[in-house]
């Protein structure tokens, strides 16, 4: 069993824009499309079993229909999906929103404090994990040198004020900004990490130190696609000489654990 823990979805008339935005705004070139239908091909191409899938709300107004794109995608594909709802701060009705999505099926929430402008350890953003508390974690971008919305120790900070709320913690906690993540969040309980975005930027000796720091047990095997190809993240990651078993763990049983699939 192979579950690419990190992967974002378009609907196929704003997928091309999507994309090129998040090249842009990362400077990176992405060769991927963004669309459920090339994910899933690539699954069946390279048996990755199952993708976590979520998309960002830049604005308050668009969670509803992210949500029901996203509900509408795992109904098509029940058995390889696995989903994640949108939500913003500013949204009017946070807690019934979150219901509406766990009677979908939703596992968990998405955030991404710097597409949508709140420091994760802003008031603003507290009814959020008031509403996920105890329920479902929470899966937030982490970390940009360019930004302080959602830097490692911003999202240390927000865990000890809601210690029963799980979260994930992408690009290890930290993207372009390893060593504070490492620093800050490393044994904090309730906090898993995923790997993706992070491969490359640095060396493979960097990435499997990140790893053991973290500890295989709290690693979750990810891509970020349509950022990266799974295929080239899946191979990358088993090319660093892990035992069968902590592989187990972080391609697969850590986020079965953690979703209680």
């Known amino acids: 069993m ?9 609907p196929e008339k704003i997928s091309r824009a999507a994309v090129e935005s998040i ?71 946070i807690a019934g929103e979150v219901d509406r999505a766990i009677a979908l099926g939703f596992k968990g929430i998405k955030l991404h404090p710097d597409f949508q402008h709140f420091a ?41 004020d809601f210690p029963k709320l799980k979260v994930i913690g992408a690009h290890f906690g930290g993207w372009s900004q390893w060593d504070d993540a490492v620093q800050v969040l490393a044994g904090m309980k309730n906090l898993w990490v995923d790997c993706s975005s992070s491969r490359y930027a640095m060396s493979s000796e960097k990435f499997r130190s990140l790893i053991e720091a973290f500890g295989t047990d709290r690693v979750l095997f990810a891509s970020d696609y349509p950022m990266w190809r799974p295929e080239d993240e899946l191979h990358h990651l088993r090319s660093l000489g892990f035992s069968h078993e902590d592989m187990e763990k972080m391609l697969h049983k850590n986020i079965e654990e953690l979703l209680n699939l």
């Open 2 to 10: 192979i579950i690419d823990a990190h992967a974002h979805i378009y």
């Open 23 to 93: 090249g842009s705004f990362y400077d990176i070139p992405i060769d991927n499309d963004g669309t459920l239908q090339t994910l899933i091909q690539k699954g069946d191409q390279f048996g990755i079993d199952k993708f976590l899938v979520h998309s960002v709300a830049t604005v308050a107004a668009q969670v509803p229909s992210i949500n029901n794109f996203l509900a509408a995608s795992i109904k098509e594909y029940p058995d390889r999906l696995i989903g994640f709802m949108a939500m913003h701060p500013d949204y009017e009705d």
């Open 120 to 160: 994760i350890d802003a008031p603003v953003a507290y009814p959020i994990y008031e509403a996920a508390q105890g329920r479902i974690p929470i899966l937030f971008h982490t970390g940009d040198h360019r930004y302080s919305y959602s830097e490692p120790h911003r999202l240390a900070r927000m865990m000890k």
